[in-house]
């Protein structure tokens, strides 16, 4: 089966170059359905992989692929390592893109630059997949960069239009920032222990648990210099609070896009990682701590964003920022394996959501304002029920002594009785902030698909849909109520929402066993906590169905303000102003980086621009050499009369001033 790894690897990204260099040379068809086709072949490829660490017949391996770098004591070769942690990877990774690119087929069906747009899916895939696939830090951190160039090429995608090259920009500006720190993570890793093999380094991580070394003029500890430098870079990847203004304009790109970055790859490259280097955080408490708190303060702080945006693809955004939240205090209290396990189901319902949220802005001629929608449960109900089970997926419904519930009850419930049963301040902090947040997740879920599904159609009212709608005579001859009638999503974008759905409501229940309980399956990946999994099943049932109860209470909340009542929203918003408007515009960050970062930089910018080239090097340099020219040509001009009295003149003083030296 290992044999097959490289073509899981590599296949995209043939797929890539082939679409890309053929472009509009050949039928769009062509890019479509190469790149198409060679993910449902890495996916198909990837299963049997994790079934067999999931069925206990499978091992970890190291596929080698070339020697890369021999210089000094630096050497390492280019290798594909394959264990339980990469397996799960995998079929995240190539599921969700292979389900993406086909559903990009009905929903990027009219845009000219197809090809392209196929060319940047797949290259993203075989950046996402060299990631998880590294056996050293150098290979990751070239995955690393890679998905980092792709997203950027992805959400500048249509880059005749302004806002979506900003967030191009922005995102690939604030990623850089993390990956400073990520540099010197790998820098000072290899300094400590003279190599980047990730084997190496976890095999000889503990040794170095206590260890001192020089930074910045004091004597700190190695392991967690080295941690809180790492987790810098999965700070910026993985969108957490500080380096998380980047995510939410990334929604400017196709909604394709979104569902691909947010879902399976980009934004949990950095929970890969954690994990991944699981043991070395394991030596280093001050950074865990910090792992623990900045995750859940990500989370709480995401999902109030989340109850006020308008937006359908920023809500679920946010949405995402939380969730991740969720997976890093997870690795932060140790449970590494519950950590994974919300990555693996929080792929398949979120996919699920962002892309049937793309199935009703298409149907709503790329409306994104809840405010003009309503009413569609009836219009387009495929979309309905595929939304209805990601929702239920992420608000986590699901009864403990059922033992019954959908994705997100079995992954992130198990993340909340875990930070409880750590019995730490910083764990009940987490247990606290995870409780509230699934509060907040819950109506905000309910939120959108109350403004969504319910009520009345508001697009009827909405002169922005109706103006946008170009309709054949026969539609208009055949329209009645004088305004645009929603329409189900083709087959193609279809397809993937029921696979998805089906990922939604099942993943949870028949792996959350493996995943949270089977020391066996995460033998030699992670770094995995027995005696905490004892905790996280004893502790009270309270703590076990408080996920329930505030989704009740969301739901309620939700109801009564969307459906029973609409005016409470408005009045609400009158009565918080100051904490609704502190919400609305995002805690205010980026206005705060505005005038901390952007203004200063301007301003610096002009200064170099004004003094430095234009006062400085242009005016003592081309512009001045040609003002002495100018000046010099003038005085050059007095002795070009053009009469020969005045060239015989000259010539008689010339040679009256060389006797005279001459004599003297």
Known sequence: MNSFIPVIVFLPLVAAIVAGLVN?????????????????????????????????????????????????????????????????????????????????????????????????????????????????????????????????????????KPSANAAAIKAFVVNRVGDLGFMMGIFGTFLVFGTVSI????????????????????????????????????????????????????????????????????????????????????????????????????????????????????????????????????????????????????????????????????????????????????????????????????????????????????????????????GTELGNFAFWMGTLAALLTSFYSWRLMFLTFWGKPRWIESEHIQHSVHKTPEEAGADTTGGYHPHESPISMLIPLGVLSIGAVLAGQLFAPTFLDSAAFWAGSIFYNEDLIHRMHAVPYLVKYAAFIVMVIGLFVAWLAYIKDTSIPGKAAEQLGPVYRFFYNKWYFDELYHYLFVVPAFWLGRQFWKLGDIGTIDRFGPNGVAWVIEKGSVGAKKFQTGYLYSYALVMLLGLVAAITWVLF
């Open 199 to 422: 084997p190496e380094i976890l095999a000889a991580a503990p040794s170095m648990s206590g260890a001192t070394i020089g930074f910045l003029g004091m004597r700190v500890h190695t392991m967690d210099v080295l941690c809180i430098l790492l987790f810098i870079g999965a700070m910026g990847k993985s969108a957490q609070l500080g380096l998380h203004t980047w995510l939410p304009d990334a929604m400017e790109g196709p909604t394709p896009v979104s569902a691909l970055i947010h879902a399976a790859t980009m934004v949990t490259a950095g929970v890969f990682m954690v994990c991944r280097l699981s043991p070395m955080f394991e030596t280093a408490p001050i950074a865990l701590a910090m792992v623990t708190f900045i995750g859940a303060a990500t989370c709480i702080f995401a999902a109030t964003v989340g109850t006020t945006q308008w937006d359908i693809k920023r809500v679920i955004a946010y949405s995402t920022c939380s969730q991740l939240g969720y997976m890093f205090f997870a690795a932060g209290v140790g449970a590494y394996g519950a950590a994974m396990f919300h990555l693996f189901t929080h792929a398949f319902f979120k996919a699920l959501l962002f892309l049937g949220a793309g199935s009703v802005i298409h149907a709503m001629h790329h409306e994104q304002d809840m405010r003009y929608y309503g009413g569609l449960r009836k219009e387009i109900p495929l979309t309905f029920w595929a939304m209805m089970a990601g929702t239920l997926a992420i608000t986590g419904v699901g009864i403990y002594h059922l033992g019954a519930g959908f994705a997100g009850f079995w992954s992130k419930d198990a993340i909340l009785e875990v930070a409880y049963g750590r």
């Open 24 to 160: 509009k040379s050949a039928p769009s068809v062509f890019a479509k359905a190469i790149t198409t086709g060679a993910l449902f072949v890495s996916c198909f490829l990837s299963w049997p992989i994790f079934l067999g660490f999931v069925s206990g017949t499978a091992e970890a391996s190291v596929v080698p692929v070339l020697t890369w770098v021999q210089s000094g004591d630096l050497a390492f070769d280019w290798a594909l390592r394959v264990d339980t942690l990469t397996a799960v990877m995998l079929v995240v990774i190539t599921t969700v893109s292979a389900l993406v690119h086909l559903y990009s087929w009905g929903y990027m069906e009219e845009d000219p630059d197809q090809p392209r747009f196929f060319a940047y899916l797949s290259l993203f895939t075989f950046a996402m997949l060299m990631l998880v696939t590294a056996d050293n830090l150098v290979q990751m951190f070239f995955g690393w960069e890679g998905v980092g160039l792709a997203s950027y090429l992805l959400i500048g995608f249509w880059f005749k």
